[in-house]
């Protein structure tokens, strides 16, 4: 019988450790599981309520449980990626059955509990997804391929036993059963792992970078900042499977001679930096962080720093900077951080989607890994699905896929089934993709002729109701306001192309500006110190670029084709269409709108905010823009 | 004043261990205590870590967390990231702001009961529209009922005395 001591392992010891997790957490053939998911994005839907009922209903139903002899263990896990089905709840039987619900609310979550978990027959109108033993899973899992997010939803991140027993910590076993630093760098390399934080420089190289700097002391760099806003992969890996990144790290630290290493994790994650935290502690209880690693005499000691809401944070320079107690302001490279980084000392800094990539590749080996994906771009990469989609999400793909199989296939389609109008993909320094080129193929460099970037996984979708151009704008102030200032061309280049982009959409667009952002985003890219500013002009140059038509209605004849930009707007009611159902009128904040019960409404100019509220509120269509 | 002993203060700096380094932290603590960085403590903190003000100025300034301006006991934080700005984030701060009655360009409210902020991405994109509430409560694809019955619910509790 597993006895989970809190005892340290040691190296020969890990792998009978595991073989006993493994058959302590093995389903049992009576046992039913169910799975709350209870990641940031549960929580926020509502999933504490749902957990409380569940275990409501396991004393109401402790008489019938017993009676059926079934033994239901009540478990939470980590975001399984489907947001919109939030909260989630999975019925898990022995041999792999697992049927999952979504859009659970309390008193639905004692339906469940009633009918399939105690009665054995599922509640077919809430099942979003379905998997059965040796059948590929369909739906929005089937053009998937989970590597990183591999335990994600599946296990309970607050538990390392659960971690170990699907073969984690085995990538560790494997680096330091005799594979020398040196060939754990080898491995790495071929495998191609590239970065996933945005630039996609290979792993393997900048580990040899580190590897070979001459230094004692090396630091390793956990990069959780997340800054895209509109990106959550790295929150959803390390809520969800927090070990995956440490194992990373204590491999890599092995690998370029590191005995030192931070988290620096963005303040606005308190969930993920909880759990975090409690795996940290784990593994030094086990032995697998901390003094004498494993007993092999390799000592890693780690570190949290939680970051304190700045974008540039994310860039390497600036979070060493940020770490240190400092302003975080990047500075020129090089000397890269491999070679002069955290205090000075060589440092290798990874993503936290790269990190959670290596302990696989260790165990799996790099050839497998180099199986997946294309000629330059290995393995798979996460996504944030997010905007006007159907079916928002986490979804990790192996590279390779195009954009359409994401947004049409995985991502079910435009909300309402709107047409599509982009994709804007690698947040602030990435760019919006048109339809005509939803076929380009995911991978580092076709993205980059397609004028966006990987970035970090960010994609959101947008249809007709949104403006490119004042999307543009939005993404414009955003880099305007989290530019640090220490060089010229982003603190004051940022700041007078958006200038222009607020005239612009603010219908005071004048004849020569499309030119001057052409001319200014030269300048800003070009002359820029860090990733932020040679980035920064991206959206707006590839919106010149595919929406073009767009940005000449604002100038020149100052239109929001979309409806969008409050100043060249003007609402009225359509009398024909007007029921006088009074809804509009009762929202409306500053009283513009009047009219008597059941006759056309209507709205005062004068008055009017053009704050939409009307607009989403009328039934009828009878509000125009 | 700078006689004024912060004993709470002292303690937080001991945690970090008085270090430079660690001066980030130090200030996060501090303005959980204080709910922002009031100029006294910030010079206190200088000294007893034997760096300049203006350092520590300049964090305290660099950082979107830090505030120098006293906030309110509840802080509604509504997300403007990219994905909720495409479902409507500007929406739902226009009806918060309203049932706060907040004017243009303020975020407090007068008897420091609510801050309304934006931020950046919450990482539940998935969800949008989202907002939260003292980093605890997070609300999801709210409409602009669920906005209002969430600002209500909130005025009623502060009414009622709840500290958070
Ligand atoms: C302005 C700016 C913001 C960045 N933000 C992030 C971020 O939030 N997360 C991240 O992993 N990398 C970010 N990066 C990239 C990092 O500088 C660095 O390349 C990355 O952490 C390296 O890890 P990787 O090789 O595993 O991708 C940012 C870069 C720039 C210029
Ligand atoms: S954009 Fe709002 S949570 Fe990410």
Known sequence: MLKVTNSKISLDQLSAYRERCKEEFAQKADQVIILVGLGTCGIAAGGAPVMQAIQDELLVQAEAIKQRALDVVVRSTGCAGMCEAEVMVEVRRPGGHRTMYGQVKPDLAKRIFVEDVVGGNPVEDLIVHREEPGVKPGGVLAKQLRIALDNCGYIDPEVIEHYIARDGYTGLERALSGMSSQEVVEEIKRSGLRGRGGGGFSTGLKWEFTHKAPDEKKYVLCNADEGDPGAFMDRSLLEGDPHAVLEGMIIGAYAVGADEGYIYCRAEYPLAINRLRLAMKQAEEKGLLGENILGTGFSFDLHIKEGAGAFVCGEETALIASIMGARGMPSPRPPFPAQRGLWAKPTNINNVETWANVPRILARGSDWFAGIGTENSKGTKVFALAGRIKKTGLVEIPMGLTLREIVFDIGGGIQYDRPFKAVQIGGPSGGCIPESLLDTVIDYDSLIRAGAMMGSGGMVVVDETTCMVELARYFMKFVQSESCGKCVPCREGTKQMLSIMERIVSGKGEPGDIGLLEELSAVVKEGSLCGLGKTAPNPVLTTLRYFRHEFEAHVEDHRCPSGVCRALMNFFIDPEKCRGCTRCSRICPVGAITGESKKPHSIDADICTKCRLCLEKCRFEAIIV | ?164
Request: proline fraction near 4%.
């Open chain 2, 1 to 164: 004043m700078n006689e004024r002993s912060f004993p709470k203060i002292n303690q937080i700096i001991d945690i970090w261990e008085r270090k430079v380094s660690n001066l980030i932290p130090i200030l996060q603590e501090v303005q959980k205590e204080y709910r922002y960085l009031p100029e006294e403590v910030l010079t206190y903190v200088a000294t007893a870590l034997g760096m300049p003000l203006a350092t520590v100025f300049g964090v305290a300034t660099f950082y979107a967390q830090f505030s120098l301006e006293p906030k309110g006991k509840y802080i509604v934080k509504i997300c403007d990231g990219t994905a909720c700005h495409v479902r409507g984030s500007e929406v739902v701060d226009y009806i918060i702001r309203k049932k706060l009655d907040l004017s243009e360009g303020q975020d407090t409210t007068d008897d420091l009961s609510f801050t309304v902020e934006r931020v950046a991405c919450i990482g539940c994109c998935g969800l949008a529209p989202v907002i939260t509430i003292n980093d605890q409560e997070v609300y999801g694809q709210l409409t602009t009922e669920a906005a209002e019955i969430v600002v209500e619910d909130l005025l009623k509790r502060n009414a009622a005395g709840e500290v958070h």
